[in-house]
């Protein structure tokens, strides 16, 4: 599958963002998917994972009630919708996909990733 990530931006510290992740080339159903981010200088991070029915989610505790992830199976895209967004969530922004029921907090159980997004957040 290839996924597309999308909706990247300069916002400022309190705003908001949506990002999209857009998959093609297999059944996106089949697949459970996850956001990360990596700040400059650091290690790539768990942001939020959904599973593929969409009614299973999981969030890091620096984003949980400020971020929500959700998908439209029809369309082949998994959102993040970023509210409050502060300076610290500054990163390039990347989603990937696994072939599994349930998403995971481990970057590396996913085979398919896309390219990222930026995401900055002015103080």
């Known amino acids: 599958v290839q996924l597309q990530a999308s909706g990247g931006g300069l916002v400022q510290d309190g705003g908001s963002l949506r990002l999209s992740c857009a998959a093609s080339?297999?059944?996106?159903?089949?697949?459970?998917v996850g956001w990360f981010r990596q700040a400059p200088g650091k290690e790539r991070e768990f942001v939020a994972t959904?599973?593929?029915?969409?009614?299973?989610?999981s969030y890091a505790d620096s984003v949980k009630d400020r971020f929500t992830i959700s998908r439209v199976n029809s369309e082949s895209t998994v959102y993040l919708q970023m509210n409050s967004l502060q300076p610290e969530d500054t990163a390039v922004y990347y989603c990937a996909a696994k072939k599994t029921m349930f998403g995971s907090r481990r970057s590396a159980e996913y085979d398919f990733w896309g390219q990222g997004t930026q995401v900055t957040v002015s103080s």
């Open positions: 080339g297999r059944t996106f159903r089949d697949y459970a």
């Open positions: 959904i599973g593929r029915r969409g009614y299973d989610s």
